[in-house]
């Protein structure tokens, strides 16, 4: 029996997120066979740097041989056993390790797969909190939250999103929620102001926001979003989908401003890039908004087949264990600091317009090109033609490298990035011209 043409089965079968098949179908495919450390393996055997961890999700590389451990141990024992009715120890024990690690206040840990899920969780609980409050507190039924954010692809969580490229088309189906601009804590005062009495929760990604192209909070600006919060009487959500786990630099955004939101939303990073795995973490206070006798119908009506499965929560412990053991997110910070230096040289260059960085969340802006150009595409193809994947969002480069990368593999990345943006901007010099 001759091999399969993964290529040819892709093309055929296979409908891709985020993606227009129209052009992909004529793209050349790149399958990803195997992984090592910071390297994806294609199917020849070709080597190319991770630049993206696989979408913002390695933390300590591919292949970790604590966590290939961790599941193998684990799918001896059992590999999915349902939390409605049921618990196992994988699920307790990573319960009380992340209320360890959380900004405190947080004591009780809910679980998913994805980031969406972890954000609607966190936006139904808030909505049923401030339901079951009754009186006055009913009205809540509406949220606030940013322009530009991304919060996932679920309804709800589509909701309070605000990239209308992503976002405008499903407007017909989504629930209300008042939009505030980013990093202006006198707009978000003036929302909440308007809105005072409805309003059941506000929901930010703390300091960075990712999908909008890593658009930088200023310093301040979400200690006063949780002290508006707490003026209003609303509760805040802090989706730490993205920059969770080490990403921008300390192992919650929130510590770098003493916050410690109502509600937490964590997925990506979780298990170390390995499983689907998210938590919604919640305070008691709102835990206990949902006690009562059963039959007064207080229970949080929701769940999925796969919440909390055992092998995702291995996953996760090893990831946990690997964070200490290797001490990450203290040998982060001199490579913080080298990529920074590095971008330095890159944001000097007349192609790039800005650079933006938090930790190891990078924004490589080209500026306004036509979109039909599709420049950030052609750097990614560039790149992967010198040895490192990366994947822009429109044309904003993204560098998202797994905490684990050595500094000659940083610096390697940055080079090829450089070398793409160059390449790509000259191979289509009249198109950019243009656009200009
Ligand atoms: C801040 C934030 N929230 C939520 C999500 C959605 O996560 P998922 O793709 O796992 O559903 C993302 C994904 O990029 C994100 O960056």
Redesign the pocket.
């Known amino acids: 029996m001759s091999a399969p043409d993964h290529a040819q089965l892709d093309r055929d079968h296979v409908w891709h997120p985020f993606t227009q098949q129209q052009a992909w179908v004529e793209e050349e495919q790149l399958t990803i066979e195997r992984a090592e450390g910071c390297h994806l393996i294609d199917a020849e055997g070709r080597r190319y740097l991770d630049g993206v961890s696989s ?3 390695t933390v300590h590389g591919h292949r970790h041989a604590g966590i290939d451990a961790a599941l193998t141990a684990q799918i001896e024992k059992v590999a999915h056993s349902t939390m409605l009715g049921l618990t196992h120890p994988g699920a307790t024990e990573l319960a009380a390790r992340l209320v360890e690690i959380a900004p405190s206040g947080l004591s009780r840990v809910f679980y998913s ?7 609607e969780i966190a936006l139904k609980m808030a909505f049923q909190f401030q339901q079951q409050r009754g009186g006055q507190h009913a009205r809540r039924t509406s949220f606030v939250h940013l322009r530009e ?6 309804i709800g ?1 589509v909701s309070v999103g605000g990239i209308d490229l992503f976002h405008s088309a499903y407007r017909p189906l989504l629930f209300e929620a008042h939009a505030a601009e980013p990093g202006d804590a006198a707009d978000l005062e003036r929302v909440l102001s308007a809105h005072e009495e409805e309003v059941a929760a506000v929901i930010v ?1 703390p300091l960075v ?3 909008a192209g890593m658009l930088l909070h200023p310093p301040g600006y979400l200690r006063a979003v949780r002290d508006l919060c707490d003026r209003f009487g609303v509760l805040l959500i802090c ?5 969770g786990f080490g990403r921008a630099g300390t192992m919650f955004a929130c510590e770098q401003e003493g916050v410690e939101p109502d509600l937490l ?1 964590l ?2 990073g979780l298990t170390g890039g390995y499983l ?1 795995l ?1 938590a919604t973490l919640a305070t008691e206070r709102i835990y206990e908004g949902f006690l009562g006798a059963y039959e007064e119908w207080r229970t949080f009506f929701h769940g999925h087949t796969y919440t909390g499965n055992p092998l995702a929560c291995a996953a996760a412990l090893a990831n946990l264990d690997a964070f200490e053991q290797e001490r990450t997110i203290e040998r982060l910070q001199p490579k913080v600091a080298l990529l920074e230096e590095l971008l330095a040289e890159v944001g000097a260059m007349p192609e790039v317009a800005e650079v933006r960085q938090r930790g190891f969340m990078v924004g490589i802006d080209l500026g306004e090109h036509d979109p039909a150009l599709r420049l950030g595409h052609r750097v990614t193809l560039e790149a992967r033609e010198r040895g490192a994947i990366v994947r822009p969002l429109g044309d904003v480069m993204v560098l998202m490298p797994p905490l684990s990368i050595s500094e000659v593999e940083l610096r390697k990345l940055v080079e090829i990035v450089g070398g793409s943006i160059r390449a790509a901007c000259a191979s289509a010099p009249q198109q950019l011209a243009q656009a200009a």
């Open positions: 979408l913002w999700c797969e994805s980031g969406s899920t972890a954000v954010s991304y919060h996932g692809d679920t969580s990604e926001q990712g999908a989706d730490e989908v993205a920059t939303c997925a990506k689907p998210a």
